[in-house]
């Protein structure tokens, strides 16, 4: 079924222990689509300057990821900058430049209004309003969110809420948006602020599934020895789960569960080297082998 | 099989955001006791003074501890006192008088040197050796270990390791014994140092099993959405995960992962009230009734 991200396409300037990168190719919807990519099409939707490079774009191409709502304009491209160090849990983030990012108001194509799974990559509620507003019926609507829109828009987050099905959100902002330190409970909190599931991403610890009527589900990380650079470890999670769950068109508790197993494989792939070039280098074998290891480790 | 225990036996006063107590019966070797002994009987080996009240040995003897090796002194008991905050992951130590517990040198009685299963509680390890060289050929060691060894006895410690089946520490002290941020990568420097196995134990994040031939393992931990009080979680951890294996009479990999379920369970009780208050209230209905819920929470 179709697939549909909205959300950033970008330079990154990254450095953590194991080296840097300059004006890499980065952005929450270039994760998101590379990780689903291997699952199913993706269509994307965003915005980059005149400054982009052709072969960029052609490393989109390559992942079967549809451009059609990829605008170049005049300007220059959104581009971040930051750095980890020690565990590399969290990012340090040293420069944004929104530039034509910030005055993007996500416009769909007349042929992606049918999209059936869509995830709202970080961005304002207001503007991920907008992109829900212009899809017809969604079988599956996921967001995520940042401590930013959470202090400074709570209240227009809290009219997304209950038009999204799955949050997903890492664990200090689970923290913020509920004002509760356990875990759990903030979830349960989210919960009750309208979506039909919340999922809590912890990094090195895994992911937690809290889902309406109960459904509960934590899996950890897959290990990896040897971290890189955590850069689009989110983004990639939610691009490996809904390409599973795009691709064998399911949206329920259940499948959910089982969808965040890609979304975990994917994650660990994208974080043992610097931008994309986990995933240059993987293909169908790599993700199996991968997924009958995790089940390995998980299984008791 | 047999079990035995070497460690403290404490006076414990705790401050948490949903409660302080004072003077309530702690101790590793207390808490290690009480998770273990819903699954058999347990040795426990260690001292308390002489204001140590009757009322605290009967709660031991209630629970199938044998307490021929507790030793009553002259003196004052052991104490600890410290606090948590927000989501209660690190206790903050307000004060700990060792007591009579500052020269203990552990004396097994002659009917412990047998002992089959033995838990060396954190303690210096040149404690934890003399306790090592007194048992004749027990079929299963489990080390604990603190920061404090780590930084002030690196030698001992390391001469130590290659004794113990099994070390258990929590995240900080693997990375802090490792010189490793990323926990893997820590995991596996540790086995290097002898171990068979390492367990990092990760509070609200669960636990890690690391063992030689490849043995990997990750266990969320069961989902607690009201933590009263994290004091002993660990030790209860390695009792549920102890008492399990000594019953079963099981030492290998295999078995360690499937112990460690126990071990999560019997941890994921302790924390909901003060001191030993959570284990006073179950029996085996609960144990495997959570049983049963952590199978479904972690079953994609």
């Known amino acids: 079924m179709s697939l549909l991200v909205v959300g950033t396409v970008a330079f990154d300037s990254v450095a953590t222990p194991h080296g ?3 004006r890499v190719l980065g952005g929450s919807a270039t994760y998101f689509s590379f990780a689903a990519s291997f699952f199913t099409p993706v269509r994307l939707v965003s915005v980059v300057g005149e400054d982009f490079p052709d072969e960029f774009m052609a490393v989109l191409r390559q992942r079967r990821v549809d451009l059609t709502g990829l605008a170049r304009v005049p300007g220059k491209t959104f581009s971040w900058s930051g750095s980890y160090e020690g565990a590399m849990n969290e990012a340090r983030t040293l420069d944004v430049q929104l530039n034509v990012y910030g005055d993007f108001s996500p416009e769909l194509p007349a042929a992606y209004r049918d999209s059936q799974y869509l995830f709202l990559a970080n961005g304002s509620p207001a503007s991920q309003m907008r ?9 599956l609507v996921v967001a995520d969110t940042m401590n930013l829109w959470i202090e400074r828009t709570p209240d227009e987050l809290k009219r997304l809420l209950p038009r999204v099905h799955v949050l997903v959100l890492n664990e200090g902002e689970a923290r913020l948006l509920s004002g509760e330190p356990n875990l759990i409970a903030a979830g349960e909190r989210i919960l009750a602020l309208g979506p039909r599931a919340v999922i809590v991403k912890k990094g090195e610890h895994g992911a937690l599934l809290l889902a309406r009527a109960g459904g ?7 290990p990896v020895a040897h971290v890189v650079d955590p850069t689009g470890a989110g983004d990639s999670f939610a691009g490996g789960m809904m390409g599973f769950l795009a691709r064998n068109d399911l949206n329920d508790t259940a499948a959910l569960r089982r969808a965040m197993i890609f979304g975990t494989l994917m994650s660990s792939f994208v974080v043992e080297g610097f931008s994309l ?4 280098r993987i293909g169908e074998a790599e993700i199996w082998n991968r997924y009958h290891e995790y089940i390995r480790f998980i299984t008791v």
Do not use: G, Y
């Open 277 to 280: 070039a986990p995933f240059q």
């Open 20 to 22: 840097r990168v300059e």
């Open 131 to 139: 992109v829900l507003d212009q899809v017809r019926q969604p079988r």
């Open 216 to 222: 509960r589900c934590a899996l950890p990380a897959f």
